[in-house]
């Protein structure tokens, strides 16, 4: 992993000064996006080789001190924040320092490992937000329940299982402990056993945070929610229960009533719920980011990988589009999890007789319209079968009208099976589903409805059993509330990945959109809220039940994640029959399968296949799986593209707005073998091979997955891979034009007048007579810097110089021959600034562009700038770009600027 250790000035500078109508020339509500909104500025984490890393061990106390020390002896003043103790995990404390040469000095001491910023992050805000107003309020979900159905969780409660024993901390604003449902209490004896309020409520992410014992959630409300989707008591009015209610709690309160919190505070957290004996983590928080590296993500995933289960909310960024992945959900080994729409309508269920199961809820909003009881009649023995009743049924298929007959969903539209079963005198059909959602869909004119494919499998093994099995259909007092015309799809908040490393990110989604939980006692005591922040808490409620049933052991919490993946269910991108699945980018493995997670006997590792873009292509691996059954198992292997995300618009360096579109191109996949009988106990490894969809558009930078299906009877896996159908070094990092400025950008804007600087001009760096670049990065990058040259560098920049007076011209415009390999060679006066991942703009008006303000005359290491012209040279490396190649950067030179 890279250490961030280059910061510069614009870590330094105060916050963004208040710009308000000073640039009047230049559409300026926009200018107030500068990096330095995204972190804190003087404020770095650094991290000290531990002792775990030094051959003659010294103490911690030791390894900081001595950094101390020579910090004291360079003459640099410190505050010390925080201080992170943990040998395991990370040795090291965040500093508030005073001046641009006590950075560069801190970056340069022995024994510094690596040096962040402190980025800030926001609680996600719910996408939708609804207090509610009592048992009849009409934008009730009617059922609090609908979420557990369509993850299992309802199978898992049925059998007792209620997450007993496990301990989850929350990350969040606290909680209302005294909530009648959540414990009615604090500490030992309370589902709420322990926690601490790190920040108190007046703190704003800017503020001091006034830390206490107390965790109680009295303003905010969010971390309440969080608490209750995870642990809300049965018996309450809107019959909702937790999906883990017996699970005891952690609260760690890191945001007050308002505002954001940081990294530091963050990372404290982590470690406390770590030292508190927590199994589960949970983190409903974070920003737009791209990365996989910030501190605290960074200290979440070694968290992870030392057995815990840690997951973190994907983000609500999905309607900006792709790769804009939040952090600390990027963290490499957390869960990062995405949202499922759950609103909720009522369907029906059909009593059954002669199986030990009394009903099975069919998708339809009136009652089918048939009398009687119907023995029923299947179309095939193999519930793994991907085609059933497409063809034409067997001669000696009886006279169907005397049956309800069950089919397996796949391959063929619902008609054209349903037709085949009329031609054989079938007036009535259950069609169980094979994988792709509990849905609404398409059945014609026919009697008909689509059951879950846990449901169908059950009926048949039944009727295979010889059991005599019939089946009603009450016409009255059947209904019972379930999903909405876009519940099983995704929340189109939900955040859309990769990370701009191509990691894997979201891994699952679980139900975040419109769930009703807990809410403080101050402000409603109940509410129905959506996004991420809430799907999170769901999976993690979903670790506690896989932790009951598996057993606690840092083993298992860390095969948890594959495990979830490989279970997951497909999310359409649309409820029409035959739509594509969604891209995987947006839903990770799928839908979180917490029945079949926990009781399947077959495992399949690994749950991701990344293939990286085409200049790191890694097309072919091997997948492993076991039987764990105690007899024989015959697996059959198949391929399911997911659309193919069409991440940037045609034309433009911009990624496309969510929902992003999708193409039908899919990957071409084969798999050796792809049918073979495993005895129990054994296992078997397959090579599966994967090479890019054609016909798509390599400047679309289009990201292509889909499944690997293990279906074996009764049990469906799945292993999920994802690719780029281009080279991610083609992908313009700096925009040359922004839409919503009418600006070519970059450029460098006069602060005092606003306009954009188009000859040499002179700045006093007094009362805000200050250049100001402005940019726009329409992808993320590993790297950028600002440098001052001399006005008559040669140097060949990417982006085209603006238009400037003639007499300049010559002295920047003609190619020069840098050498390669040279970034470093680029003669340079000084640095004035530099940034390790950096996240992209987005469309938003607000922050469709970034600026760099040259607050004042000196270079980023706190030398005075001697007075003189110079240009600003701006340079962003492009993504998998070598940092030592200037090549690999884009590079764009300023008019003449004059330093008194
Ligand atoms: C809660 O469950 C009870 C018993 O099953 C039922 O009578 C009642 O209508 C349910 N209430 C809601 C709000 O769903
Ligand atoms: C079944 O459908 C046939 C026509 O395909 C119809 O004649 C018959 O009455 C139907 N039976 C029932 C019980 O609805
Ligand atoms: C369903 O029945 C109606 C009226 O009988 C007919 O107009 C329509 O075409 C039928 N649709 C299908 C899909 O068979
Ligand atoms: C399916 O199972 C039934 C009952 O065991 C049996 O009678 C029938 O022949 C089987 N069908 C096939 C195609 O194997
Ligand atoms: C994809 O390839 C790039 C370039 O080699 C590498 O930096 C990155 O880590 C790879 N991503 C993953 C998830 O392996
Ligand atoms: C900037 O200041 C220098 C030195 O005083 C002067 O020579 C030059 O003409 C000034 N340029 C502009 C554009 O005002
Ligand atoms: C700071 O950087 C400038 C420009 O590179 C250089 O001239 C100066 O010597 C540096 N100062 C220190 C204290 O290193």
Sequence with gaps: MHSMKSLGLLALVPHFLNVGTTFAAFPTSSLQRSLDDQIIPNKFIFE????????????FTQDLDAVYSHLRARQVNFDIIEEFDEPDFFVGASVLVESADDVATLENLPGIKAIYPVRRYDRPSPATHHIVQGPNDPKLPPIGEAPHILTGVDKLHARGHFGKGIKIGILDTGIDYNHPYLGGGFGPGHKVEVGFDFVGDDFDGTNTPYPDNDPL???AGHGTHVAGIIGTDPGNEYNFTGVAHEATQGAYRIFGCEGFTQDGIIIAALFRGVNDGMD?????????NGWTNSASAVVASRIAESGKIVTIAAGNDGSRGSWYTASPSSSINAISVGSLENSVIPLQTANLQG?????VIYFSLKPLSIEGEWPIYVTSNDTTIIDDACDPLPEDTPDLSQFVTLVRRGTCTFVT???NIA???????????????FTTVALGNYTAALIQAQDGQHLVNQYLAGDDIKVSFPQVGGNVPYANPRGGLMSTFSTY???NDFYFKPAISAPGGNILAPYPQTIGTWAVLSGTSMATPYAAGAAALYLTVKGKSPEVARAARTVFETTALTIPSTLEEGALPQTVTQTGAGLINVYAALFSETTVTPGELILNDTAHFRGTHRVSITNGGSSPKRYKLSHTAAGTALTIQAGSNSPELGPVPLSDAAARVTIVPSEFTLAAGRTREVVVSVRPPIGVVASRFPVYSGFIHISSPGENHRVTYLGLAASLKDKRVLDDYDEWAEETLPAVVAATTGEVQTGPANYTFAEGDIPVLVYRMAFGSPRLRVDLVEPTIRLRTTLNPRQLPRVDRPRFTFPSRTRPGSFSSVGVVGTLGEYTYVSRNNADEDSSYSTFPVYAPFFSNGTAIPAGSYRLLLRALRVTGNPERQEDYESWLSPVIGVP
């Design 423 to 437: 031609d054989k005198g079938g007036n009535y059909t259950l069609i169980y589903d094979n994988g792709n959602g």
């Design 48 to 59: 000290v080789e531990s002792e775990a890393n030094i051959p003659n061990k010294r103490s």
């Design 355 to 359: 199986t030990d199961q009394p009903s």
């Design 217 to 219: 959630d009295l303003c």
């Design 417 to 419: 099976k349903l037709k």
């Design 280 to 288: 589960i983590l949970s983190l409903s928080l974070g920003g737009a």
């Design 497 to 499: 990945g990769p990370t």
